[in-house]
């Protein structure tokens, strides 16, 4: 064991200019990565200068047998934190050989919304709160729980501490450190109101970026979980009954709302998403039914309303941005398994873009 953990650490920039680049995509299910690794003549910072590869799509869902091979189009890349030195990781999307973007590539979309000229205009800022369970990999059971039983009621877990309110702090620091060093715009962590529960912030990030850092983000996660044999669940509803659910709030500004005069740029937004409630939650993510209940700090999945400090609103705007006159507000709707490219890019449409 010894010898395979140096042979792990290695450190390949000692000794050759081959780099390794993990190229990352989302499997047929949507919220499923993969990914694989091929090696490069030397380091790339620049996804353009990154040869397109395919990979087997009738193996993840995403192609017929007959016809089965998905082109992958580097998109963003990462320093990879588990391999090092200029080795990376590779954000991708998957399109046909025609060049067609596949049914699970939410990217391709989301790409031609943030390009648009008036979309770019506004620099829409995005900070996205990507909630988590993480569970004991034989049962499926969250960490910390007893088997097949309760711990006690919710109240002293959220940002708890201590070896009976905090389950595994260690994979989430782990988390946190290897996101920084990947060059993710990591901007905090905390323990979430039910045990075993947690949650990362990303961004601030502009336009198509969020979707990137979040993808990573959650690559990184599954990596560490993989390696301390816990599982990582992004159900909005893990555990039936009085428990909170799983959510990814998604924090939205553009330049306008930023700007003196921003409060009233943010109401006309916020009526705009009202008007359009129903095409947008049919997108914030699956089984988001089971979590919008209109209790647990969520607003009924039919009811539309949004307030100041209200948590169990659908837009919560904060009492900094009605003081200031300014700022940016949050969408409470996305679950947890959301499409962070679908989200963040549906936000900008409506907002920007349609006119009702």
Known sequence: ????????????????????????????????????????????????????????GSSTGQAPGEDSEVILYPQAIFKDPFRRGNNILVICDAYTPAGEAISTNKRSAAAKIFSHPDVVAEEPWYGIEQEYTLLKKEVHWPIGWPVGGFPGPQGPYYCGIGADKAFGRDIVDAHYKACLYAGINI????????????????????????????????????????????VVSFDPKPIPGDWNGAGAHTNYSTKSMRNDGGYEIIKKAIEKL??????????????????LTGRHETADI???????????????????????????????????????????????????????
Not at 313 to 342: C, H, L, Q, W
């Open 274 to 291: 009202g008007l359009k409630h129903k095409e947008h939650i049919s997108a914030y993510g699956e089984g988001n039914e089971r979590r």
């Open 187 to 230: 901007s905090g962590i905390n323990g979430e109101v039910m045990p075993g529960q947690w949650e990362f912030q990303v961004g601030p990030s502009v336009g198509i970026s969020a979707g990137d850092e979040l993808w990573a983000a959650r690559y990184i996660l599954e990596r560490i979980t993989e390696i301390a044999g816990v």
């Open 1 to 56: 064991m010894a010898l395979l953990s140096d042979l792990v650490n290695l450190n390949l920039s000692d000794s050759t200019e081959k780099i390794i680049a993990e190229y990352i995509w989302i499997g047929g299910s949507g919220m499923d990565l993969r990914s694989k690794a091929r090696t490069l003549e030397g380091p790339v910072d620049d996804p353009s200068k990154l040869p397109k590869w395919n990979y087997d």
């Open 302 to 356: 039919n009811t539309f309303l949004w307030g100041v400090a209200n948590r169990g609103a659908s837009i919560r705007v904060g009492r900094d941005t009605e003081k200031a006159g300014k700022g940016y507000f949050e969408d409470r709707r996305p679950a947890s398994n959301m499409d962070p490219y679908v989200v963040t890019s549906m936000i900008a449409e409506t907002t920007l873009l349609w006119k009702p």
